[in-house]
């Protein structure tokens, strides 16, 4: 909400100008933070303080850094780049878990925890001085020179799309965060393999993302957004019963590959679809509707993605519940996107809802 408002009234630049310093900072305290020695139960809160600080901030890093890079775009080839920013973000995750494997080794010193987040700021600090050199975008520009409806009025006319958004969100975060965090300790204990086998797995999980991000990115902008994402739901919806099936009923070697295959691809659906949900939506309002639609869906099904598959696991002893789970996840992104295809083949016709004005010819680019 907060940099959605500010990226739609102030600039994407600002806005993203903003949570790059919001970061860059809030991660400069974790690394220089005080043990709980020396703090006590205020180590903890100012933990937790940071934790939230960070949060905002990818509030509107996610999103913004999509639009900020489709903005700057021509249309046939936004796919392309906004599969390359996705690809990017899925880097940092590489780069987390690759950090979070080395310096949790016996042979690290017990401060070691605190580079990686020093060595952060520095990063982001390159960030930020990039940014500063890059113009607004052409939307945006335009957008300032339109009269302005209040962001509930737009919200009101189309709330299925905006929850539509919610769920293809959903289905994007369960299938990162169950298949990154709560899966690798699964097979920890289904195969008994190390601790540091169960940190190895996100490291290959998500450089194989990182090549699908690009691949279905770019391929997206061939085949078409909507139909490019209605395979990549169909198709890991199928799977996920037979991705369960061999995590349980397999040697490690084959449930390691099903969870790597089955991560990749997630991403025919998640890479056009980060793009998708940015396209929709009129550039005046677009920020705050993708970032928080965005943002609510990732709250409500990614963050508890690991807890529930976990309750799952326990409560019946076995996986049937489990592929129900990821089933119903892959259900959920199949009907948003059919929902999102309905709309803007409704409003292509009729030239109602947020996209109005979207020609005929660009919404048979989406593949309709």
């Not at 919001?22 to 305290?29: C, D, Y």
């Not at 529930?308 to 592929?323: C, D, E, Q, R």
Request: net charge positive.
């Amino acid at each position: 909400m907060l940099f959605g408002h500010i990226g739609d009234t102030l600039g994407r630049k600002k806005a993203l100008i903003l949570s790059t310093i919001l970061m860059a900072f809030s991660t400069l305290a974790l690394g220089l933070l005080p043990s709980y020695e020396v703090m006590g139960i205020w180590t903890t809160l100012c933990v937790f303080l940071i934790r939230i600080l960070q949060g905002i901030s990818v509030g509107g890093e996610y999103s913004g850094g999509i639009i900020l890079a489709i903005e700057h775009t021509s249309q046939e080839k936004r796919g392309t780049a906004g599969g390359f920013v996705i690809a990017g973000y899925t880097g940092g995750m590489f780069l987390g878990s690759l950090t979070t494997f080395l310096f949790t080794l016996s042979m690290m010193p017990s401060w070691g925890w605190r580079l990686p987040f020093l060595f952060g700021f520095l990063i982001i600090g390159v960030g930020l001085y990039v940014r500063r050199y890059i113009q607004e975008t052409p939307d945006f520009v335009k957008s300032k020179k339109i009269k302005r409806e209040p962001f509930i009025k737009e919200l009101s006319n189309s709330p299925i799309l905006f929850f539509a958004c919610i769920g293809c969100a959903g289905f994007t975060g369960i299938f990162c965060y169950a298949l990154a965090v709560y899966i690798p300790a699964y097979l920890k204990d289904n195969f008994l393999v190390s601790t540091s086998m169960m940190m190895f797995m996100p490291i290959l999980l998500t450089l194989t993302k990182i090549f699908g991000n690009v691949l279905f990115g770019n391929l997206s902008d061939k085949w078409g957004r909507i139909r490019t994402v209605k395979f990549g739901a169909a198709l890991t919806t199928l799977l996920t019963f037979p991705f369960v099936y061999f995590l349980n009923e397999s040697t490690f070697s084959i449930a390691f590959f099903a969870l790597v295959a089955v991560g990749f691809i997630s991403t025919i659906f998640i890479s056009p679809m980060g793009v998708l949900m940015v396209e929709i939506f009129n550039p005046i309002h677009r920020y705050r509707f993708a970032a928080l639609s965005f943002s609510i869906g990732m709250s409500l099904f990614a963050g508890t993605a690991p807890l529930i598959a976990a309750a799952l696991t326990k409560l019946t002893g076995g996986s049937f519940y489990l592929s129900c789970y990821f089933f119903s996840a892959g259900l959920m992104g199949w009907v948003s996107i059919k929902l999102i295809e309905a709309h803007l083949e409704y409003s292509s016709y009729l030239k109602k809802g947020l996209v109005k004005d979207l020609p005929l010819e660009k919404a048979r680019s989406y593949g309709m």
